[in-house]
């Protein structure tokens, strides 16, 4: 189960030539999403040989490897991990018995959803990001946007296949869909909020990948743990590839970074406006671009109580991050989490059932991995000298989904009226001209070794490859 067949149509791990239905099923269904990938991939990319790399099996030690592809040619499949024969479901009501192989009738329509919503959110970010390629600020950086891309679109395919093995007609229609919405469109979009929100420019790529994919790592991690062993097995493969996704936003952002500090340096000054004349951008457009990212991507979590968390727990369907080496019972029947209040014009921590809070718990456990790249770009700050520190706004900031979305709260956490957090939201939240002042930067730079002056160079090339490496050929 560890290597993968590429002699197939469709390559796999699972032996899908011994299913003959199945197979006609996604061979029916693959020519649907190459249109999708001509018509909502990469705009003008489908002639381009590209570096990208390859998963060859799901064993961690050695699982891929590199060369040139063109995008619509890229072998798509559908890869899990191997199977534990003993494996067990580890939380929730079923805590104990062996992991379900095919879908429990009474959890059929509470699995799907989970399924739907997840691979919805992989098509939805490539769309997203259809026209960056336009604008690149490197060869390098024009080829990890296009790994990603790639990436996305495999882990579609994990869920389609889930879908059409697992849930029948139900199923093939479910993963129709899925080619159907839109992100951004106004009659038909994509399901999470945050896949409808425009990714304009690098630097809100650069965001997207480090807070949104990071959102996809913890989602996952959940759903590695499902009783559902099918699942488990395809998201933690996806993981390995997730990985990927979040560096190329930790060290993009770093790298802007960077650059900003050395013309900072040059011209010992930290006034934005001089710093943008130089064609750089000013720390605090970096965190108000920060502020959104993380604001917007939180609510992905769901409300800070959920009746839906706790039946998706108690059910084994989906976990907690790391649930097997946490140190409780795995049931929760008497555990307790604080989620936050607003008693009397201030937030105020409440003790409700942790089964009900679970959604919070996730997030919570988000934040804390959120805080360590921030921490990260710090140093590269504190190592330029200069005396301004990122940070991470109030978990009540800016959000749209739960408790705390009816009110208007700081990036410090101070809960204010609406009229006056109005006034304030320009020094908080990316502005229309901070937005075009970042467009205005944008310009396709793809001469190999050269990068725009907006941002840095990498410390290093792709496996093991010089920075200017050429990583892409335009032919």
Same mark, same amino acid.
């Given at each position: ?183 951004? *469109?106004? $009659?038909?979009?994509?399901? @999470?909020? !945050?896949?409808? /929100?425009?990714?304009? =420019?690098? #630097? %809100? ?7 949104? *994919?990071? $959102?996809?790592?913890?989602? @996952?991690? !959940?759903?590695? /743990?499902?009783?559902? =062993?099918? #699942? %488990? ?243």
């Amino acid at each position: 189960m560890s290597s993968i067949n590429y002699t197939d149509k469709i390559p796999n791990n699972v032996n899908l030539s011994q299913d003959k239905t199945l197979q006609r099923a996604l061979e029916h269904w693959q020519p649907n999403y190459r249109k999708w990938w001509n018509d909502m991939g990469p705009d003008g990319s489908q002639d381009f040989d590209v570096y990208l790399r390859t998963a060859t099996s799901v064993d961690p030690k050695g699982w891929a490897s590199f060369g040139y592809v063109k995008m619509p040619d890229y072998r798509w499949g559908i890869f899990l991990n191997p199977r534990d024969a003993d494996r067990q479901v580890n939380f929730g009501e079923h805590k104990g018995e062996k992991a379900w192989q095919d879908v429990p009738g009474e959890h059929r329509a509470n699995l799907r959803r989970i399924i739907v919503t997840q691979g919805d959110t992989e098509p939805a970010s490539v769309e997203q990001q259809r026209h960056l390629g336009l604008t690149a600020p490197s060869m390098y950086d024009l080829r990890n946007l296009f790994q990603v891309n790639v990436e996305e679109g495999r882990h579609l395919w994990a869920m389609v296949y889930l879908l059409h093995k697992h849930f029948g007609r139900d199923g093939r229609e479910e993963a129709e869909a899925l080619l159907e919405r839109n992100s951004g *469109d106004e $009659d038909n979009p994509r399901i @999470l909020a !945050a896949f409808n /929100e425009k990714t304009p =420019d690098w #630097l %809100a790529f650069y965001m997207f990948t480090y807070f949104t *994919d990071r $959102d996809g790592k913890f989602q @996952l991690c !959940a759903l590695a /743990e499902s009783g559902f =062993d099918p #699942l %488990a097995r395809t998201t933690k493969f996806m993981l390995t590839e997730e990985a990927h996704h979040m560096f190329v936003g930790e060290s993009g952002v770093s790298r802007v970074i960077q650059r900003t500090c050395e013309v900072m340096n040059q011209l010992k000054t930290d006034d934005p406006a001089r710093l943008r004349e130089a064609g750089v951008i000013d720390l605090e457009t970096l965190q108000r671009y920060l502020n959104f990212h993380f604001s917007v991507t939180i609510d992905l979590f769901g409300a800070d109580e959920s009746s839906n968390a706790a039946t998706f727990y108690n059910t084994g369907l989906k976990g907690r991050y790391e649930e097997t080496k946490r140190d409780d019972d795995h049931k929760l029947y008497d555990r307790t989490y604080n989620v936050l209040v607003v008693q009397d014009g201030r937030l105020v921590e409440r003790s409700v059932p942790m089964l009900n809070a679970l959604n919070e718990v996730l997030r919570d456990d988000y934040i804390k991995d959120s805080v360590g790249g921030i921490n990260r770009w710090n140093k590269v700050i504190e190592k330029a000298g200069i005396p301004f520190r990122l940070k991470v706004p109030h978990k009540a900031f800016n959000r749209r989904i739960g408790t705390l979305s009816v009110v208007s709260v700081s990036p410090e956490g101070q809960v204010m009226p609406e009229a006056e957090w109005v006034r304030h939201e320009r020094e908080w939240l990316p502005t229309a001209e901070d937005r075009a002042f970042v467009a205005s930067l944008m310009g396709r730079v793809v001469e190999p070794g050269k990068f725009a002056n907006w941002i840095a160079p990498p410390a290093m090339g792709i496996n093991r490859q010089p920075v200017d490496y050429e990583y892409v050929r335009f032919n």
